[in-house]
């Protein structure tokens, strides 16, 4: 499986994922333009479209890429099929439901906290983790409550250390600058944000980096490691996951 990142409206990515016989899947879209112009590049037949949530800007696209591409899946999770809140939904989906495609079974996790009706993909490797965890961060808490929302990013902390993240935002650079502020001093993050800052002088994604290198860097996957419990502490947290989790995000909205 190939895996195509599109960039979209200002920050966006959106994602072809192609099989041998060039048929895709993308993710995410958007907006149609950028999608169908890497479909029309890669020379790829279009069969369906997976989103991780409802927000205008990963669905925006759908409307008229089903328009153009006839009958296509459209796939997310069965809270926003039930709120009818994506648009040409034909299946709702819940964690442990079977899909597949280019020979690999895909895992649905529900990741709820960003909105409820939040659900990753993984396949072959990947996790696309839409707006819940981000390279170097999180989403914001818009629809549940800071303890739901790490339960859920303590779901993805558990993939394999080699899974690579493809999520919503190019926020990398931004999230390095904060998680810095959280544990200062952090060799790790220094690295990190230097990596970052080639790739992107470079005009390219920082997606497809490692979970492994997110467990050193990320504060949002980091609610036992004791610089960030100290942080968080001094931010009025108490001794659980949930409230240490809750004041770092609360900092970071505020950052
Ligand atoms: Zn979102």
Same mark, same amino acid.
């Given at each position: 499986m190939r895996i195509v990142t599109i960039p979209c409206l200002s920050d966006n990515y959106a994602y072809l994922l192609i099989d041998d016989a060039d048929r895709a899947v993308v993710v995410d *879209?958007?907006?149609?333009p950028p999608v169908e112009a890497a479909i029309e590049r890669e020379g790829v037949t279009l069969s369906a479209i997976w989103l991780t949530h409802h927000h205008w800007d990963h669905v925006g696209g759908i409307e008229a890429l089903c328009d153009a591409h006839g009958e296509l899946e459209v796939l997310g999770s069965a809270y926003d099929l039930d709120k009818g809140r994506? *648009?040409?939904?034909?299946r709702g989906l819940r964690e442990g439901d079977g899909l597949s495609f280019a020979g690999h079974d895909v895992s649905l996790l529900e990741i709820p906290g960003h909105t409820l009706g939040a659900i990753a993909y993984i396949i072959d490797g990947c996790v696309f983790s839409g707006d819940t965890l981000f390279i170097a961060g999180c989403g914001r808490v818009f629809e549940g409550d800071m303890p739901m929302m790490q339960r859920s990013l303590a779901k993805l902390r558990?993939?394999?250390?080699e899974t690579r993240i493809y999520c919503g935002h190019e926020y990398t650079q931004g999230n390095l600058k904060f998680a810095a502020a959280i544990e200062p001093g952090s060799a790790a993050i220094e690295a990190r944000a230097k990596w970052a800052a080639s790739v992107r002088d470079q005009g390219e994604p920082t997606m497809g980096a490692k979970l492994a290198d997110e467990l050193d860097t990320n504060p949002f996957l980091r609610w036992d490691a004791p610089e960030v419990i100290e942080s968080a502490k001094e931010r009025g947290?108490?001794?659980?996951a949930g409230s240490i989790f809750g004041a770092i995000r609360t900092a970071k909205d505020k950052f």
């Open positions: *879209p958007s907006e149609a994506i *648009p040409r939904q034909t558990e993939l394999p250390g947290a108490s001794d659980d």
